[in-house]
């Protein structure tokens, strides 16, 4: 099922993770630029939206892809240098493409989501790409609502491997592979009980939840040693291999019409589902990937390894009755 999908969603993942990889080496101040809602943009993000959409829309054409990206700013006169560099980098990892195949190919990525669709994050963790930290590459297969396929590319998750590669597929369990090359292994979320053993995973930037929610779930689990703060849906690959066993995503009070978008979720959530894991929104309810570009039906993101699932489902329910 989905075999041609799940590779060449792999092989296209798997070249965008080399290039990104690259790129953050190599980024200089010049390679950012700041989006309309004051969210940073790299040249990463647009080579890899162009590579991946140009590669899917090669071996699936009519099929939709919904991409964060747009390739607006790329084309201003006075982005030219930054255009430049998306040239370079595309030609260097054997993807040569010219300025009005790269727009159109970043443009492809505009569709709507409706009925099955691919939606794609080319870097999720933009901060913590910037920062040298960690950043993934998140690809999903959408049918109707339903994630079936769910790929993200972690290159600094055993960068000595070239980074790791997760895919998980509806009904086909989820799996590792070191993207240099070598075996597909099955990954299972974390066989712990007691709370107090457990490992809690948040963001890394204080504006994306609410920590001090978080922090004070964290004490009433008595988890021992404090969350852990990482970028991106390396989040759920953590939880899904079973190095982690609860992420929480609180929504911060002081951006309470943020909507969680479907490319930062679909693909990370169906790893750790398929991994063994639960995944709701912080009311119990499951994602609602039928409702457009965001998750607008729910309200923040629990993702564990299912035995504490409740249990923090609750406590987040005791704690919005006292506010
Ligand atoms: P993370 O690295 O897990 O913090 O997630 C990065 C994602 O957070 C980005 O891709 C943004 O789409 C998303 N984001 C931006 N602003 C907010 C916000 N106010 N609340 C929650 N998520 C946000
Ligand atoms: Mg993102």
Same mark, same amino acid.
């Given at each position: 099922?989905?075999?041609?999908?799940?590779?060449?969603?792999?092989?296209?993942?798997?070249?965008?993770?080399?290039?990104?990889?690259?790129?953050?080496?190599?980024?200089?101040?010049?390679?950012?630029?700041?989006?309309?809602?004051?969210?940073?943009?790299?040249?990463?993000?647009?080579?890899?939206?162009?590579?991946?959409?140009?590669?899917?829309?090669? =071996?699936?054409?009519?099929?939709?892809?919904?991409?964060?990206?747009?390739?607006?700013?790329?084309?201003?006169?006075?982005?030219?240098?930054?255009?430049?560099?998306?040239?370079?980098?595309?030609?260097?990892?054997?993807?040569?493409?010219?300025?009005?195949?790269?727009?159109?190919?970043?443009?492809?990525?505009?569709?709507?989501?409706?009925?099955?669709?691919?939606?794609?994050?080319?870097?999720?963790?933009?901060?913590?790409?910037?920062?040298?930290?960690?950043?993934?590459?998140?690809?999903?297969?959408?049918?109707?609502?339903?994630?079936?396929?769910?790929?993200?590319?972690?290159?600094?998750?055993?960068?000595?491997?070239?980074?790791?590669?997760?895919?998980?597929? =509806?009904?086909?369990?989820?799996?590792?592979?070191?993207?240099?090359?070598?075996?597909?292994?099955?990954?299972?979320?974390?066989?712990?009980?007691?709370?107090?053993?457990?490992?809690?995973?948040?963001?890394?930037?204080?504006?994306?939840?609410?920590?001090?929610?978080?922090?004070?779930?964290?004490?009433?689990?008595?988890?021992?040693?404090?969350?852990?703060?990482?970028?991106?849906?390396?989040?759920?690959?953590?939880?899904?291999?079973?190095?982690?066993?609860?992420?929480?995503?609180?929504?911060?009070?002081?951006?309470?019409?943020?909507?969680?978008?479907?490319?930062?979720?679909?693909?990370?959530?169906?790893?750790?589902?398929?991994?063994?894991?639960?995944?709701?929104? %912080?009311?119990?309810?499951?994602?609602?990937?039928?409702?457009?570009?965001?998750?607008?039906?729910? =309200?923040?993101?629990?993702?564990?390894?299912?035995?504490? =699932?409740?249990?923090?489902?609750?406590? %987040?329910?005791?704690?919005?009755?006292?506010?």
């Amino acid at each position: 099922m989905l075999q041609k999908e799940k590779e060449i969603g792999l092989q296209a993942v798997g070249m965008a993770m080399t290039m990104a990889a690259a790129i953050q080496k190599e980024l200089t101040g010049g390679d950012t630029l700041t989006k309309t809602d004051r969210s940073p943009v790299t040249i990463a993000d647009f080579a890899v939206q162009a590579l991946v959409c140009q590669i899917l829309g090669s =071996h699936f054409p009519g099929l939709p892809i919904v991409g964060e990206e747009d390739s607006l700013a790329l084309r201003r006169p006075e982005n030219r240098e930054l255009f430049a560099k998306v040239i370079h980098y595309l030609k260097k990892n054997d993807a040569p493409m010219r300025e009005k195949e790269i727009c159109d190919s970043i443009d492809l990525g505009g569709a709507e989501a409706n009925g099955t669709f691919w939606t794609l994050d080319p870097i999720d963790g933009t901060k913590g790409f910037l920062r040298g930290e960690q950043f993934a590459i998140a690809l999903a297969l959408v049918q109707d609502g339903r994630v079936l396929l769910g790929i993200l590319g972690c290159p600094n998750l055993l960068p000595a491997t070239g980074g790791t590669l997760f895919w998980a597929g =509806h009904g086909q369990g989820s799996w590792k592979i070191p993207a240099a090359g070598g075996q597909a292994e099955p990954i299972r979320i974390s066989a712990k009980t007691d709370p107090r053993q457990m490992k809690f995973v948040e963001s890394y930037e204080s504006s994306h939840s609410d920590k001090d929610m978080q922090l004070e779930i964290s004490r009433r689990l008595q988890i021992s040693s404090p969350p852990e703060q990482m970028d991106s849906q390396v989040k759920y690959g953590i939880v899904a291999s079973g190095l982690a066993d609860i992420y929480l995503r609180i929504p911060n009070p002081a951006t309470p019409d943020y909507r969680e978008k479907i490319w930062d979720h679909a693909a990370g959530s169906l790893i750790v589902e398929e991994a063994g894991g639960w995944v709701s929104d %912080i009311d119990g309810k499951k994602l609602d990937f039928s409702v457009g570009k965001t998750l607008r039906r729910n =309200h923040g993101i629990l993702a564990t390894n299912g035995r504490v =699932h409740s249990r923090v489902l609750e406590i %987040i329910a005791n704690l919005a009755i006292q506010k």
